[in-house]
Nanobody
Framework: QVHLVESGGGLVQAGGSLRLSCAGSGIISSIYYMGWYRQAPGKQRELVAVIASGGIKNYGDSVKGRFTISRDNAKNTVYLQMNSLKPEDTAVYYC????????WGQGTQVTVSS
């Protein structure tokens, strides 16, 4: 019913920036929150950032001050602006739409080189 497509991942040098987008399609009425999670090899999936329906944002400790989440509800799109990227940010980034149930994108690879 809901299909999410991430874009914007790629290879970037340390200190650089990248902007991820996630567009949702299908039957989308009310969204409790949208967000981004990531998973690196050998690590558990972790919160990057979420934005609730009321606009309140929450960030993982490791990205505070560097990443910014935003949304365009009219377009059912959530964005993640990533600045001052570090090699430890390398991971697959997954988009999440939390409606009645959770919907996940397929993920987009972000690789930060030294």
């Amino acid at each position: 019913q809901v299909h999410l497509v991430e874009s914007g991942g790629g290879l970037v040098q340390a200190g650089g920036s990248l902007r991820l987008s996630c567009a949702g399609s299908g039957i989308i009425s009310s969204i409790y929150y949208m967000g981004w999670y990531r998973q690196a090899p050998g690590k558990q999936r972790e919160l990057v950032a979420v934005i609730a329906s009321g606009g309140i944002k929450n960030y993982g400790d490791s990205v505070k001050g560097r990443f910014t989440i935003s949304r365009d509800n009219a377009k059912n799109t959530v964005y993640l602006q990533m600045n001052s990227l570090k090699p430890e940010d390398t991971a697959v980034y997954y988009c999440l739409f939390r409606l009645g149930i959770e919907y996940w994108g397929q993920g987009t690879q972000v690789t930060v080189s030294s």
